[in-house]
């Protein structure tokens, strides 16, 4: 197969480069302008060639997925076990204890291997980017796509900077790319308020908007559309303030960033470019060449195979993930397990509704009680096929948990692939790998982040229109599940909402809305710290989980600390004093 997309060049073109580039097991801030050593004497003049400058460029793509692994996974859903939708998984809470530490709460160090991993991960993509910007912002004119590139790097650098915020709050902005050593040094990652960051953000985001095209050749380039639906997001978590120093606390939710959010999901934006919703959510989630890069698919990371290298340029950030099937799947580690506090949110009442207050009251029944079909395109239980392949019935035992049963029987359907398609789509090397893309911003996203904002702002009745936009698809997802309720009982039943709504309950239904159709994406956990949210559901959900499960029986979170991960000590302590920790005496 030929190379299909912008990251599958990457294979080739990495080859080539001028420069050391190879970052990822740099430690320290000591070593992160490593990367600018010239390895070789290249003269001004041909450094800006253009294919040197588009080698430069591809490489800054390369990184987000070169730079991750098992343990550290730009997905985050590593760090999103500390949310309500899923435990940590794996054998023992021993196995990932470092993860455990984050789940129940406790016992998490500034100098654990985890905290520094994804700093060093993310600022070693940032390094790359800005490596790229400095080749480009050096190039002449005669390099017509400059301004485009520069766009493109600018939006790549925003998604750094993004995660790295979500994580740790508290961050250096790092955007020139002719740092000196000692410079560098001199940064603080409290030189900005919180809202000053998330300026920084959108800031260079809009630059990014004003120049980038409505369509891309290149699968993997973001158009204006990704960058108004990151610009949206961005303006989202703006939104809900958190700028009191001495706590975590959303002290405000301000309207004019409401009002950007509203702009930038503008419909118009993403039709121009021919986005919106797959019939069935379920083809966001799957690898076969007909559905990646689909209309609900705005910017997603490009993952391929039979590109010339060994395995292919693979995603495997989900290797841990995998079940240990026998004979199938032999070495699957079965971390990042659905819920049963997440099984139980997706049950719908009478009228074909979430129950948004009570769904926790009990266990879900497959066998009496109503559900949204997403249910069962999110979480594979007993009973049910995996991955909808009906040679692998799920049940109790170690194929669906390797555990034991200590972290229950559910399995994450989302990051899986069917074992049918070992070989082409799903790859054994030292872990289980697939070319599937993984989606970072999709236009159901757009769509409930415009309905988060109507309803903050008050317009209740288009809030609920735009939740039932995703509610009617929801309905319809059952191009793979079509037959579970003749052949294992189930009962589908979603609905849309009637009537109207307070302020009050347009938001909580939104936010419900967000739960199940984002369920397992890795965007629970943040969503409840931007919302300020954090401590009470995770509290709520450990006192109601420690009836279900032993190991969550310390889980405590504690607020204006929890929230967010500490400054790594390696990074804090090569500082030189510029860095302030984190809240939460930690």
């Not at 989630?285 to 689909?294: A, I, K, L, T």
């Amino acid at each position: 197969m030929e190379s299909r997309n912008l990251y599958t060049k990457v294979k080739k073109a990495t080859f080539v480069l001028p420069f050391a580039l190879s970052l990822l097991f740099l430690n320290s801030c000591n070593a992160f302008l490593d990367d600018q050593v010239p390895q070789g004497t290249l003269s001004d003049k041909e450094v800006t060639k253009s294919e040197y400058i588009d080698n430069m460029v591809t490489s800054a793509y390369a990184i987000f997925t070169t730079a991750e692994d098992i343990n550290s996974s730009f997905s985050m859903w590593n760090y999103d076990v500390r949310s309500d939708d899923a435990y940590k998984g794996g054998s023992t809470t021993n196995d990932g204890d470092v993860f455990h530490q984050l789940e129940v709460e406790k016992g998490v160090l500034t100098t654990n291997w985890n905290i520094n991993d994804m700093w060093v991960r993310i600022y070693n993509a940032i390094s790359r980017v800005n490596t790229a910007i400095g080749t480009l912002e050096a190039a002449d004119d005669s390099y017509s796509l400059k301004n485009e590139r520069l766009a493109e790097m600018k939006f790549l650098r925003a998604y750094g900077h993004f995660l790295a915020k979500r994580l740790y709050k508290n961050i250096p902005f790092v955007m020139r790319s002719d740092l000196t050593y000692d410079e560098y040094h001199q940064i603080s990652n409290t030189e900005y308020t919180n809202d000053q960051g998330w300026a920084i953000i959108a800031k260079e985001l809009e630059e990014a908007y004003n120049v980038l095209p409505v369509t891309q050749t290149d699968k993997g380039r973001p158009t204006k559309a990704a960058a108004a639906a990151f610009l949206a997001k961005v303006y989202l978590y703006k939104a809900y303030h958190q700028d009191d120093p001495a706590s975590n606390k959303v002290t405000s939710i301000n309207e004019d960033d409401l009002k950007k959010v509203l702009e930038y999901t503008d419909p118009a934006i993403y039709t121009a470019g021919g986005y919106g919703l797959e019939s069935d959510i379920h083809n966001n989630f799957r690898p076969e060449d007909q559905y990646e890069n689909g209309i609900e698919s705005i910017w997603a990371i490009q993952y391929s195979r039979n590109d010339g290298s060994t395995y292919g340029n693979l995603n495997w950030s989900y290797g841990l993930i995998v079940p240990n099937i026998p004979d199938v799947t032999n070495g699957g580690c079965d971390f990042y397990k659905p819920s049963q506090n997440l099984v139980n949110a997706f049950e719908t009442d009478a009228n074909g509704l979430p129950m948004i207050d009570t769904f926790n009251d009990k266990n879900y029944d497959m066998k009496t009680d109503n559900a949204d079909p997403r249910l069962f395109l999110t979480v594979g239980m007993t009973g049910l096929p995996y991955m909808f392949n009906k040679k692998f019935i799920m049940d109790h035992s170690s194929a669906w948990s390797r555990s034991g049963g200590l972290y229950g029987y559910n399995v994450t359907l989302k990051q899986n692939v069917d074992p049918a398609l070992i070989g082409t789509y799903l790859i054994h090397g030292s872990y289980w790998a697939s070319s599937m893309n993984r989606i970072v911003f999709r236009y159901a996203d757009v769509i409930l982040e415009r309905a988060e904002a109507e309803a903050q702002l008050g317009n209740s009745a288009e809030a609920i229109r735009l939740v039932n936009q995703i509610r009617t698809r929801a309905a319809g997802s059952t191009q793979m599940i079509a037959d579970y309720p003749n052949k294992y009982g189930v009962h589908f039943y979603c609905k849309n909402y009637t009537g109207s709504y307070s302020k009050e309950d347009a938001i909580k239904i939104v936010k419900m809305e967000r739960r199940l159709e984002f369920a397992m994406e890795s965007e629970r956990f943040f969503d409840l710290v931007r919302w300020g949210e954090a401590a009470t559901v995770l509290n709520n959900y450990f006192a109601k989980e420690k009836e279900r499960v032993t190991f969550l029986n310390e889980a405590e979170f504690t607020a204006d600390k929890n929230e967010y991960l500490p400054i790594p000590h390696s990074q804090y302590s090569s500082s030189n004093g510029h860095y302030t920790q984190n809240i939460g005496k930690w």
